[in-house]
């Protein structure tokens, strides 16, 4: 069967991961893209989408080999997530979701803690949560205040945590939190400041003084439930520590770099589908007197959807390549691959449900569904607002770097000469 869509990014994968990305296929025509409809009629976790994944492997591309995942590059990721995303994205998300959840522990866990949790989360029969936000640090994550006091070998983490996806099915978070001293005389009542250093640590969802709220009502991405985590003096070993004092935030940004890739590719592959279902209605709707799409005007905004999906996919694909080489630039390259895709993706499923009419505002139609979730991905993991600016100040850092090549047509002292 042939596909609208370009299958020319399929050409930079090895047979393996060609053979991957046909299984998930598979899954999406016969059981994913089915029951896309029924997982997102309630706000519970899609625990048997779940399962799928991990049973096809697609889970466990976010883990490494020797704990039983494939340890993909971000360039099968975003293929795979771009599959899933065309129909569902709760599917998309849990296996997004898997690698923001598991990637701190995978970067930052001790030997014995990775070998001890890593083969469990992989094979499904655990899983974690990624509990950075809080209700006073969303955007401006540095303004974080759950503090994590130093208590003999550990520490006693207070504070709350906010927006955590799969929080009432998690049995492990990845917290950050700001380190503090006992002796300073803040106490963990003070928010946290700037110099208190970041630090990552694994907490058990049985630890005491913990508590897990009922899930929070949402507009769209049903099937992966978000909700809110208190904690109340909650005592953590060091071996529960990932990575150092220090590297929490180093650790929450590289699982934040993949993350907005799997935003960018879940985005693209919702407004993928969403034009193929546009332009299946253009085609067989007739209206005056021809077919919908026979029209110039229905024409111009297909083709500007689809060149724009095309010209993103590029983007996207670039900036996964650019992770996968470690580049100096790959996560001013995510920032840019999520939030031109994020938007793109919002506008298509906007423009898609105006051309299917009345038919598109019906629940029982799938673009509603697309509509609404199209929405989050312009918000979370950065909204697109904090990616402009996180552009924005990287283009003026660059061109007042020294060693940054001048403009050819502006000779040194230019700028500074009287005209
Ligand atoms: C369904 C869902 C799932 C989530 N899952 C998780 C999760 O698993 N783990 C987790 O830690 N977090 C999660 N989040 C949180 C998410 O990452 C945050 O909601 C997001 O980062 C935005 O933070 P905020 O909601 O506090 O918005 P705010 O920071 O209050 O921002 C509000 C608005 O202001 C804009 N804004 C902010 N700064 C600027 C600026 N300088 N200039 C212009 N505009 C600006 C923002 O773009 C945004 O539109 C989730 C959120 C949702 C809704």
Not at 50 to 66: C, D, N, Q
Not at 141 to 169: C, E, M, P, Q, S
Not at 194 to 216: C, H, T
Request: hydrophobic share 45%; aromatic share 6%; glycine share 10%.
């Amino acid at each position: 069967m042939s596909r609208l869509f370009s299958e020319r990014f399929l050409l930079g994968l090895e047979p393996d991961e060609r053979a991957l990305v046909d299984t998930t296929r598979r899954l999406v025509r016969e059981t994913i893209g089915p029951n896309a409809d029924a997982v997102a009629q309630e706000d519970v976790f899609a625990e048997d989408t779940f399962r799928l994944l991990v049973e096809h492997r697609i889970i466990g591309t976010a883990f490494p080999r020797r704990h039983g995942g494939s340890d993909a590059r971000q360039r099968l990721r975003i293929r795979l997530v771009e599959e899933l995303g065309r129909v569902c994205s709760a599917a998309a998300s849990l296996v997004t979701g898997a690698d923001l959840s598991c990637r701190a522990i995978v970067a930052g866990a001790s030997d014995a803690l990775a070998d001890r949790l890593l083969p469990a989360l992989c094979n499904g029969s655990l899983q974690a949560a990624f509990a950075l936000t809080e209700p006073g640090a969303g955007s401006d994550v540095r303004n974080l205040a759950t503090v994590a006091v130093h208590d003999g070998a550990g520490y006693r983490v207070t504070g709350k945590k906010k927006f955590i996806t799969r929080a009432n099915v998690a049995d492990w978070y990845v917290v950050i939190a700001r380190c503090r001293d006992p002796l300073d005389t803040a106490g963990a009542e003070t928010p946290a400041r700037a110099d208190d250093p970041f630090v990552a640590l694994l907490v058990p969802r049985d630890a005491e003084g913990l508590s897990v709220s009922e899930p929070n009502a949402k507009l769209g991405w049903f099937g992966v439930p978000v909700a809110e985590l208190r904690f109340d003096n909650v005592r953590v070993e060091a071996p529960m520590r990932l990575g150092e004092e220090g590297e929490g935030f180093a650790l929450a940004q590289d699982a934040l770099v993949r993350a907005r890739l799997g935003h960018a590719s879940m985005a693209l592959g919702r407004a993928m589908g969403a034009l193929e279902i546009a332009a299946t209605y253009g085609g067989e709707r007739n209206v005056f007197g021809k077919a919908l799409g026979a029209h110039q005007g229905v024409q111009w905004m297909l083709a500007d959807a689809f060149t724009q999906i095309e010209a993103a996919r590029t983007l996207v694909d670039a900036a996964a390549q650019s992770y996968d080489r470690d580049d100096a630039d790959a996560a001013v390259q995510a920032s840019m691959a999520k939030m031109f895709a994020t938007d793109l993706g919002m506008k298509v499923c906007t423009d898609a449900l105006q051309l299917t009419g009345g038919r598109g505002y019906l629940k029982s139609f799938p673009l509603e569904r697309f509509f609404r979730d199209a929405k989050l991905n312009q918000i979370g993991e950065g909204s697109s607002e904090v990616h402009r600016t996180v552009i924005g100040r990287d283009i003026v850092r660059r061109m007042g770097d020294a060693q940054m090549e001048r403009h050819p047509c502006l000779p040194e002292g230019m700028l500074t000469t009287d005209f």
